[in-house]
């Protein structure tokens, strides 16, 4: 009986402990429960209910500030300027945008042609991509609708920047300007950064925009923000910056653009300044021009069309995508040709009547009566034609076409601008693979003038006359620095010429401006530190006629404006330390040493005056006329640069 009252005891005891630790594991099993809970319903009840909406936490790129681009004194020639605007999402407003672009309406202008526009784009688009309403809002504007954003499903205000050129057409071909990411655009990425689907973001669409966009797009941020079931955006819970694009420094001088640009005026016409030494493009201007702002913001139908019409080809940039016949501008190229070839020296002479027949045809001097016996330095002085017509056959064609390559025409030289043109510098085998036949010696004769099949660049053109002054390979660059780091610039080759024979050709070049038959003698410069060495030339557009030869050829004066002969000049300085090269093309301008001379001369001075060029570099008749079209100009007068951030 003890036995058995013993065991009982001994059961409660086993099963009251067991009892008290399930009873203990079950109080600390609900105790944690409670923290749990007290820790979501107090500490974290915001996040867990914001989750709890269903997706009402999003993340929305913010783009990233576009680089700056400075020209090579620190002068800022594409910026950024503050953009107000207002999105809309169709997902977060509920699928139906029509009566929320109404609703937005009562705040902001919205016509009605607008309103089919913005539907038929969502139609199109993802229901996830915003689509921008309206840009450029007034502060007004844009603080009504952020008053009344929470009323507005799925509508967006949204405070950013948009590019801005602040010297308008100056720069517009170099630059180029950017755009709203199209379709066609995302066909040519083949792996699209997410930041190029945002709504209006703007693209390189060409010039240095174009070709250095990856450089200039920078890294887009993000933000997280609250929205609620209706899609509308609550507020913001989190931000972190994008990194801004890299801020590119030009080589071009903005003010020498300026003065360019005006000094061409309404011509139709291009002009390049390089630096013999290092390359640096330090002007590379198209005229006439376009206002790149106007693209950025879209250009209306009317100013695209009169662009577009206009027969100067404002959108065209001439400077690199222009080839023209070289004219005689190209008769150093066949006189190097013909000096390295050991066939003729300094004292050869050819006899120039004013003629030549080859094969039964004949080919003229631009003097009816002839320049009699020439040398070398006498052929460019006075640009007899028929020195060269019999220099060509002595030499043919591949020597000539060959030397205009090693000078840089026929070359395409590697910059970032928008269709870099190679130009031709013709030879035996060109003609055939171009055109399946056999070289004649009257393209030989035509060639050796810059006319026939010859075609170069102003850019091509300014490249020849560098090398030809400095002896050395120099090559064009337009990017100075990026965030701050200089550029590399490549150690120019020497040519391989002789000295002897390159000494020759530039001492003709001095005569053209200097002696006193040079056909630029007028366009010289007066100051004997800047004296100049340059080369005239007058390409033709329209074949003269045997029978108009013989009553008189007609004068440019005389004929439309698209049938006059193209001028081009080309000239560098100091002449006994050589600085700056220059090209200038005036598309039917006429005479090189009265329509591009001048305007070249002009350029040439300000480059090496840094500034208006002293009235005394020019001859004393002309120092008048160059005081009033100065006096006439708006020149750029900038203000000193202020310190900007870069990403070095």
Not at 244 to 269: C, F, H, K, P, W
Not at 355 to 368: A, K, N, P
Request: proline letters at 6%.
């Amino acid at each position: 009986m003890k036995k058995v009252e013993r065991e009982t005891q001994d059961g409660v005891r086993k099963l009251g402990r067991r009892g008290l630790l399930l009873a203990g594991i079950q109080l600390g099993v609900v105790t944690t429960l409670a923290l749990r809970l007290r820790s979501m319903q107090l500490e974290h009840a915001e996040e867990y209910r914001m989750l709890a909406d269903g997706n009402s936490i999003k993340i929305r790129l913010l783009p990233p500030a576009r680089g700056l681009i400075h020209d090579r004194n620190g002068l800022v020639i594409a910026g950024n300027e503050q953009n107000y605007r207002v999105t809309l999402t169709r997902e977060e407003a509920g699928g139906e945008v029509e009566p929320v672009l109404r609703r937005l309406s009562r705040l902001i202008p919205i016509s009605e042609a607008r309103m089919a526009e913005l539907l038929e784009e969502f139609s199109r688009r993802s229901a996830i991509t915003p689509i921008v309403i309206a840009d450029r809002l007034t502060w007004e504007q844009f603080g009504s609708i952020a008053v009344n954003a929470p009323a507005l499903a799925g509508v967006t205000p949204e405070s950013g920047l948009s590019r801005a050129y602040p010297r308008g057409g100056d720069l517009a071909h170099v630059m180029g300007y950017v755009g709203p990411v199209s379709d066609y655009d995302l066909s040519k990425i083949e792996d699209p950064d997410p930041v190029l689907m945002l709504p209006e973001f703007q693209l390189g669409k060409i010039g240095v925009e174009a070709k250095l966009e990856e450089v200039l797009r920078g890294r887009a941020g993000a933000r997280r923000v609250e929205v609620n079931s209706a899609g509308r955006e609550m507020r913001e819970l989190g931000r972190q910056e994008g990194e801004q694009g890299a801020t590119v420094q030009l080589t071009i001088d903005a003010r020498l653009q300026n003065y360019a640009a005006q000094r061409m005026g309404s011509e139709s016409a291009a002009a390049v300044v390089m630096d013999v030494q290092t390359g640096d493009l330090v002007t590379i201007c198209s005229s006439p021009s376009f206002d790149p702002n106007k693209f950025v913001r879209g250009i209306s139908g009317p100013d695209y069309r009169a662009l577009m019409n206009h027969d100067h080809r404002p959108l065209a940039d001439k400077t690199v995508q222009g080839v023209y016949p070289p004219g005689s501008t190209f008769k150093m190229v066949t006189l190097l040709a013909g000096l390295e070839s050991g066939l003729i020296n300094a004292n050869s002479r050819f006899f120039c009547p004013g003629s030549t027949e080859v094969g039964g045809r004949r080919f003229h001097c631009w003097r009816r009566g002839g320049h009699g016996t020439m040398n070398a330095i006498q052929s460019l002085e006075q640009s007899c034609d028929v020195y060269y017509y019999e220099l060509s056959q002595r030499i043919g064609i591949d020597r000539i076409g060959a030397m205009a390559r090693r000078l840089g025409i026929g070359v395409r030289h590697e910059l970032p601008m928008s269709a870099v043109a190679e130009g031709i510098a013709p030879d035996r085998d060109w003609k055939r693979q171009r055109y399946d036949q056999a070289w004649q010696i009257g393209d030989s004769l035509n060639a050796s003038i810059g006319q026939g099949y010859v075609l170069a660049s102003p850019l091509q053109l300014a490249v020849m006359t560098a090398r030809i002054a400095s002896g050395r390979a120099v090559a064009p660059r337009l990017v100075r620095a990026i965030d701050g780091v200089p550029q590399p610039i490549p150690e120019a080759a020497e040519l391989g010429l002789d000295r002897t024979n390159l000494n020759l050709a530039r001492a003709g070049m001095e005569a053209v401006m200097n002696g006193g038959q040079g056909t630029a003698r007028r366009s010289r410069i007066e100051r004997e530190e800047w004296r100049m060495a340059g080369k005239t030339g007058t390409s033709q557009v329209r074949n003269i006629t045997a029978a108009e030869r013989a009553r008189g050829v007609v004068s440019n004066e005389q004929l439309p404006w698209n049938r006059r002969d193209h001028a081009l000049f080309v000239c560098y300085a100091p002449y006994e330390a050589p600085r700056y090269a220059v090209s200038v093309v005036v598309e039917h301008g006429g005479g090189g040493s009265t329509a591009a001379a001048p305007i070249a001369r002009d350029i040439l001075l300000f480059a090496l005056a840094g500034g208006l060029p002293p009235l005394d570099a020019v001859p004393s008749d002309q120092r008048a006329a160059l005081e009033e079209r100065h006096n006439a100009m708006q020149l750029y007068t900038p203000e000193p640069p202020k310190p900007g951030r870069t990403r070095a």
